[in-house]
């Protein structure tokens, strides 16, 4: 079994309209996400995932969507949590092998969401 971990970035505004702190009003960030995918290579071409395949499924399902956008437009409440779930969503059966989604609003701390029935 092999991993494989592709990084990203957008640059998004949202704001969070269930807190009461500064993340209330608009503002925005410069995300930096991760796939995480688990699999076996191909016998014959010893490749689990074409890099490049990676790259065009998360840009059709997920870059084009949220880079210079308001979050708010099409996630109801999108906290860092929220996101990685909604990126999880998108990509589900799309990604072979996903396990895992990392994302980091600040350069600091990040959320990781393991899907619905991910396992620790």
Known sequence: ?????????????????????KCFNLHGHNYRFQVVLRGDPDPY????????????????HVLDRVDHTNLNDFIENPTAENIASWMWHRLEGKLPGLVEIRLWEIPTSCVVYRGPHGKW
């Open 1 to 21: 079994m092999h991993q494989i971990e592709a990084e990203f970035t957008f640059a998004a505004a949202h704001r969070l309209p269930r807190y009461s702190g």
């Open 45 to 60: 071409t010893g490749i689990f995932v074409d890099f490049s395949e990676v790259e065009n499924l998360v840009k059709e």
